[in-house]
């Protein structure tokens, strides 16, 4: 008798068609793992050590082909290590260009040289929320992010510190 209202119970709830888990409609997340020597040129210096790893998500509506349909946001969480200790994070961005090859600034966070991070003990996580993002910047970075980086640059490395290309999860 229990696994026949376990059966129905299920039966019913498949039938209702809850959106939560339609892959077109949630979030979009990307991965990347940092290091420093992944920025072009390669980090030789003291911050040679530093790696980290960044997640990003966009939040944007589409259609049910799991196209892009509009502008969204985007949330970063990103740690890093293994920088000097009082080494200090200035910017973080995405670029567009693949592995090897330096890019512009497509999408920027808040951090900045007038909000910088410092890293007392060489560790840190950044978090930003709800950071906007064009529809043509958001479908562009979802059907090819390798041909995108992230990367956080810091005092030292003006240039960048860390930089890892993104994959979708």
């Given amino acids: 008798m229990k696994k ?15 959106s939560s888990t339609n892959p077109s409609q949630g979030p979009i997340v990307f991965t990347s ?3 420093a020597a992944n920025e072009v040129p390669a ?27 509009g502008p969204g946001t985007m949330n970063f969480s990103v740690q890093v290590s293994g920088f000097p200790a009082g080494a200090v994070l200035r910017a973080a961005h ?9 890019g512009p600034v ?3 966070t808040p951090l900045s040289p007038a909000s910088p991070v ?11 929320t709800d950071v ?3 529809q043509t910047d958001a479908q562009a970075i979802a059907t090819n992010p390798a041909g995108f980086y992230f990367n956080a640059h ?4 003006p240039g960048g510190a860390v930089r890892g290309q993104l994959v979708r999860q």
């Fill in 4 to 18: 026949l209202v376990l059966l129905a119970t299920l039966t019913a709830f498949a039938g209702c068609g809850g």
């Fill in 33 to 35: 793992a940092l290091s």
């Fill in 43 to 69: 980090i030789t210096n003291a911050e040679a050590n530093g790696r980290g790893t960044a997640t990003m998500t966009i939040n944007a509506p589409r259609d049910s082909s799991g196209a892009i349909t």
């Fill in 94 to 102: 995405i670029h567009p260009a693949p592995a090897g090859v330096n």
């Fill in 106 to 108: 497509l999408v920027g």
């Fill in 118 to 128: 410092t890293l007392t003990d060489g560790t840190g996580a950044l978090i930003f």
């Fill in 132 to 134: 906007a993002i064009s």
């Fill in 154 to 157: 810091s005092v030292l490395n």
